[in-house]
């Protein structure tokens, strides 16, 4: 199985447990609460929406990767998304680890 492969299962799996947050205006509040670990952006999102959140984001140190596009994130949560932030350290740990065999 491909790391791209892995990690949207993994997104499915935080999704089931609970572990995202999914919209960005509840994104935005929780990255500014100190809540998100890591921060999922649409490759193909609005450009205002996705500087929004990459500089808030960035303001709070919170890692962001724009690897997938809408369809795929959606694909992966079973849910219309553009924006998923990770709530758990170890989900956030695992995805990271995953990014980086992919580059």
């Known amino acids: 199985m491909t790391p791209e492969q892995q990690l949207l299962n993994l997104l499915g799996l935080a999704q089931r447990a609970g572990q995202l947050v999914t919209g960005e205006p509840t994104v935005l509040a929780a990255i500014k609460a100190g809540n998100i670990r890591f921060l ?26 724009t690897a997938f596009s809408v369809a795929e994130l959606s694909q992966a949560t079973g849910r219309q998304r553009s924006a998923l932030g990770v709530s758990n350290a170890g989900f956030a740990k695992k995805m990271q680890t995953l990014l980086d065999k992919m580059k």
Not at 40 to 54: E, I, P, Q, R, Y
């Open 40 to 65: 999922w952006v649409a490759n193909d999102m609005g450009a205002s929406s996705k500087k929004k959140l990459t500089d808030k984001a960035s303001f709070y140190h919170v890692p962001v990767s």
